[in-house]
């Protein structure tokens, strides 16, 4: 008899512990989207994971096993890359430390958003800054504001593709998503056809 209570006694301890835990995600705002994860060791998971697009999600990957809804964490230097709504996340070694950024084109360059978290005594605020990333593993960041020395920045960037430069030089590509995508498109072009 002592054994059966005892056994209730979990069950009914087990599930209120459960409550609990969703109670405080509710209470938090905490979203689940679904998606998979592949990992440097090869292992892939599918199911849930923790995703509000707030700096923590940036730092580290937060998996909901479906078996058995226990959570795993994972840094960015475990994770190859990883999918949710139909959105690429991949790890990246910047000057603040490992993060994820979302790949916004893969080709010869790469282009990723990486959103950087700004807090502050005043206020709190994101500033997107977009990631060129070249074939031999060198990026720059951009940064999306008028303050930004794009012209000088970007163009030693792209130096090596002197119509590019030039054009950036001269101001004919500026610095908006669109035109980073135009520089991307006709650096992607010129890699092709130097490489004949």
């Given amino acids: 008899m002592r054994k059966h209570q005892f056994i209730l006694l979990s069950i009914i301890l087990l599930i209120s512990q459960n409550n609990k835990a969703q109670g405080l995600d509710k209470l938090l705002n905490v979203q689940y989207k679904p998606g998979f994860a592949i990992l440097n060791t090869g292992d892939t998971l599918t199911g849930a994971f923790e995703f509000n697009d707030c700096e923590q999600n940036y730092r580290i990957l937060v998996f909901i096993d479906p078996r058995n809804s226990k959570k795993a964490a994972y840094e960015p230097q ?102 980073i995508f135009k520089i991307s498109n006709e650096y992607n072009n010129w890699l092709r056809m130097s490489n004949r």
């Avoid at 060129?132 to 060198?138: D, I, R, V, Y």
């Fill in 78 to 179: 475990q994770v190859k890359y990883f999918m949710l709504d139909s959105l690429t996340y991949m790890p990246k070694e910047l000057k603040d430390g490992w993060g994820f950024v979302r790949l916004l084109l893969y080709d010869n360059l790469k282009v990723y958003l990486h959103k950087k978290f700004i807090t502050s005594n005043i206020a709190n605020g994101i500033e997107n800054q977009i990631i060129l990333e070249k074939p031999n593993g060198k990026f720059i960041l951009v940064t999306l504001d008028r303050f930004y020395p794009f012209k000088t920045k970007v163009g030693d960037f792209f130096s090596d593709d002197p119509d590019l430069y030039e054009k950036i030089n001269k101001g004919i590509y500026k610095n908006d998503i669109k035109d």
